[in-house]
């Protein structure tokens, strides 16, 4: 069983940044990929970033990339989402996944945890 605690949530205005933090208890922590997913009010979750084991490999959605940056701390059991230049619509639920590849499909069937609120007001 993995635990995942996400935090760093808020409200900020377009254009900030925020970074949240995602600390998986778990003694296999390299044995696994973490991924980030959102979920708007009233919409389906959608994937948002993806880092490998080792944290060299990086993928993103179209509406993230160039904006948000997946990165992982091994010793700390510890992945982060450095989001810049925030849009109202990157408002929602963020959460932290993690699976046994970056593919969206091994991340969502994987372990998650209860996500932050990240609210982007216009």
């Known amino acids: 069983q993995v635990y995942l605690a996400e935090s760093g949530g808020g409200l900020v205005q377009a254009g900030d940044s925020l970074r949240l933090t995602c600390t998986a208890s778990?003694?296999?922590?390299?044995?696994?990929?973490l991924g980030w997913f959102r979920q708007a009010p009233g919409q389906e979750r959608e994937f948002v970033a993806a880092i490998n084991w080792s944290g060299d490999t990086t993928t993103y959605s179209d509406s993230t990339k160039g904006r948000f940056t997946a990165s992982r701390d091994n010793a700390k059991n510890t992945v982060y989402l450095q989001m810049n230049n925030l849009k109202p619509e990157d408002t929602g639920v963020y959460y932290c996944?993690?699976?046994?590849?970056?593919?969206?499909?091994?991340?969502?069937?994987?372990?998650w945890g209860q996500g932050t609120q990240v609210t982007v007001s216009s």
């Open positions: 996944a993690a699976g046994h590849s970056t593919a969206v499909r091994a991340l969502s069937g994987g372990y």
């Open positions: 778990t003694r296999r922590f390299t044995s696994f990929a």
